[in-house]
């Protein structure tokens, strides 16, 4: 099916680009059986949804519930959108009450896996896992009950909530009692610290947090209730707290403001009307971390968002619920990919969703091998760091393991090396499953471009081709389209249903980042080109591309040819200041597990990169490390290797950052 192998372009080219040759149509099996089964349907509906967007996303929506039928598609005024105009709808009853209406209330809605495996005594020793099903009538009780205890405690429709949970039903039940009855949710990860809650519960303006004493974690407690105390000595904003019963960890209550959630609920009634809501009132708040300055909270409103997610979920992955699907997304409801695509765009679309508590490394390497095999998981998502940790931790964990329930992989978060995917598509896929990598962002709300699994031919590296609705195209700073395999910026060129409707309480900041680049079109911030095929190829964000000697070079596609070399698990590449060629390219490299540090492999494994892209993308530096600076989320902090490679006190914010140690390892190892 695959061609083998990738060449380098000519070196007389202004860009090097890593040459792709593999293509993987989709299964012809797979093809038949799908929504969208062949590249001239893509096509057909693509023009179409472009040409007669508000058309095509009116006949969308009339697939959900609308109390009140939208008077206008769109009123585009740019950059603001307000979509389904006069339109009255509410997104937990679309996740919820539709399915009941329907008749499938006793049909299942959530599979939730705690962490723990726990034998006879409570202990961790190879007994089963705690596993909770809920079904779509549960849900709508266990919501409309915290619904009401939410409004017993005062909460109004359009009050900010802020929730900061583990990864257990009651966040999913959270989040959708506070849509139910109008409160935009601001959900903040489990992962951050208590000053990213007071920065959040106070640029949200947010008077109640939800959260638990704690959710579990490699075996241990995470101490969410003490973080939010913590925050809360920082901030007098919030007057109440919601804590949740999970790990029965030692936690302090302070009389009047914090509340068991077990005795809100007890007395709380199980029937709660949804609230009809203006398709554009605010539904969340989420807030994603700039390269500079505070967290921005990008906003997302109902109606819009809703069809959106709706359709990418129910097309991204094929979404059968008459096949038994079980999807599984492996991240965490804390960030936007939870957001759309464990909760508001899966429920609507009748396939379980999979929820896990905890780490992919507990109690064993092979956890997450041995979920997909018990519960039957057709649809897996997940992001490429996670990828890359598999690869280092070895095969055996997922041979011991039967993987053929699997037709959909999913990727997000980040560019995916084409060693990385290969390797998915084979370790993990069987070389049968059709990989969809999805790029997009938490301003976008859901996936803007990506393969369709029925219809893509796909190619490691390349998210492909734009969802339906989306006009994307990479272009100079003029905004006009440059050409083939050549690096630009990428931007949106008409408005999308799930588009940020702003940066809360920031209007410049929402104008400056994503209208202010190239007149008139949504800027992403990430660098790409588009191939012969038509094919976006993301290249990093724009701030990462680096110019040396004269020559554009995506860190990018440096890291995917430093990841190609045997030994190498994982990289990330920053320019510095260099006398002669103006910027060099500093590289950070982590080795696969049992492989030693020599000046040789260093050697090697830039040559191995010059062979690959040609002399110009030589590394000038290269640094081993035991692991690269990431966020919470898994990405890179290519600023902070920037500031260490130009040899630089480390500048900015670092809040976001998993481990801080590492910084000073590198630090003190550079040259
Ligand atoms: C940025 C958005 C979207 C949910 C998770 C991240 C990078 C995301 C891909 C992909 C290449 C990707 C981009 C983007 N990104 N997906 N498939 N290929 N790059 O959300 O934190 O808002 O980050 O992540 O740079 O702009 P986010």
Known sequence: MAQAGKSTE?????????????????????????????????????????????????????????????????????????????????????????????????????????????????????????IRKLTYNDLKREVSRFANALKNLGVKKGDVVTIYMPMVPELAIAMLACARIGAPHSIIFGGFSASAIRDRV??????????????????????????????????????????????????????????????????????????????EDLLFILYTSGSTGKPKGIMHT??????????????????????????????DIGWITGHSYIVYGLLPNRVPTLMYEGAPDAPDKDRFWDIIE?????????????????????????????????????????????????????????????????WWQTETGGHMLTPLPGATTTTPGSCTKPFFGIDAAVVNSEGEPVGENEGGILVIRKPWPSM??????????????????????????????????????????????????????????????????????????????HDIKGTGIAAFVTLVGGIEETDELKKQVRDHVAKELGPISKPDKLQFTPALPKTRSGKIMRRLLRDIAAGREISGDITTLEDKSIVEKLQQQAD
Not at 218 to 242: F, I, Q, S, W, Y
Not at 420 to 434: D, L, Q, R, S
Not at 508 to 525: C, L, M, N, P, Q
Request: aromatic share 10%; glycine share 8%.
């Open 10 to 130: 000519s070196e007389s080219s202004m860009e090097s680009v890593l040459t792709e040759n593999r293509h993987f149509p989709p299964p012809a099996a797979f093809a038949k059986q799908a929504h969208i089964g062949s590249i001239e349907k893509y096509e057909e509906m693509h023009k179409r949804s472009v040409e007669d967007s508000e058309g095509f996303w009116s006949e969308v929506a009339d697939e959900l519930h609308w109390f009140k039928k939208w008077d206008t598609v769109l009123e585009w005024n740019l950059p603001d959108a307000k979509w389904f105009v006069g339109g009255k709808t509410n997104i937990c009853y679309n996740c919820i009450d539709r399915q009941i209406d329907d008749g499938l209330g006793d049909h299942t809605a959530i599979v939730w896996e705690g962490e723990p495996i726990q034998d006879q005594d409570g202990g961790h020793a190879g007994g089963e896992p705690e």
């Open 202 to 279: 106070e640029d949200g303006k947010s008077n109640i947090v939800i959260t638990a004493d704690g959710g579990w974690r490699r075996g241990k407690a995470v101490p969410l209730k003490d973080n939010v105390d913590e925050a809360l000595t920082l901030t007098d904003l919030v007057k109440t707290v919601v804590v949740l019963e999970r790990c029965q960890n030692d936690i302090n209550m302070v009389e009047g403001r914090d509340h068991w959630w077990e005795d809100i609920t007890a007395t709380a009634s199980e029937h709660c009307e949804a609230e009809p809501m203006d398709a």
């Open 302 to 331: 109902t109606g819009g968002y809703m069809v959106y997610t709706y359709l990418t979920s129910k097309y991204t992955f094929d979404l059968h619920p008459e096949n038994n699907d079980m999807y599984w997304c492996t991240a």
């Open 374 to 438: 018990r519960h039957k998981v057709t649809k897996f998502y997940t992001a490429p760091t996670a990828i890359r940790a598999f690869m280092k931790w070895g095969r055996e964990h997922i041979d011991k393991h039967d993987l053929s329930s699997l037709n959909v992989l999913g990727t997000v978060g980040e560019p995916i090396n084409p060693e990385a995917w290969m390797w998915y598509h084979e370790v993990i896929g069987n070389e049968k499953c059709p990989i969809v990598d999805t």
């Open 500 to 577: 940020l409707r702003g940066v809360y309480g920031n209007r410049e900041r929402f104008i400056d980042t994503y209208w202010s680049k190239v007149e008139g079109y949504y800027t992403a911030g990430d660098g790409a080109r588009k191939d012969e095929h038509g094919n976006f190829w993301i290249m990093g964000r724009i701030d990462d591309v680096i110019v040396v000697a004269g020559h554009n070079l995506g860190t990018m596609e440096v890291e995917s040819a430093l990841v190609s070399h045997d030994a190498v698990a994982e990289a990330a590449v920053v320019g510095f200041p």
